[in-house]
């Protein structure tokens, strides 16, 4: 399970599933529901590459690499990597 946080967050994640009709009181279309369980899925993989990766000897951290905006209020973070192989020693 992931954890959006909602805007009015109070420093504590939320854990949601994509599949609950509710995020701080408001309905979520099927259609949001459905975006969310994709970002959701993502994430699990995107987590499990970067343990991966991890195992394999590097270090990776994540940047915002920009921010997209929908023009009506939305926007969205994207993010990029920053590869650190291990150092010899």
């Known amino acids: 399970m992931s954890e959006l946080i909602s805007e009015s967050h ?9 599949g609950e009709p ?4 408001v309905q979520l279309s099927a259609s949001l529901r459905e975006a ?16 991966h990766a991890m195992e394999a000897g590097a270090t990776v951290e994540l940047r915002r690499r920009g921010r997209v905006h929908s023009g009506d209020g939305c926007w969205a973070d994207q993010m990029a990597p920053l ?3 291990k ?3």
């Open 10 to 18: 109070t420093g504590n994640c939320i854990p949601v599933t994509a």
């Open 22 to 25: 509710l995020l701080d009181g």
């Open 36 to 51: 969310l369980q994709s970002v959701e899925d993502s994430i699990e993989e995107l987590n499990a590459a970067l343990r």
């Open 83 to 85: 590869v650190l192989p």
């Open 87 to 89: 150092t010899q020693q």
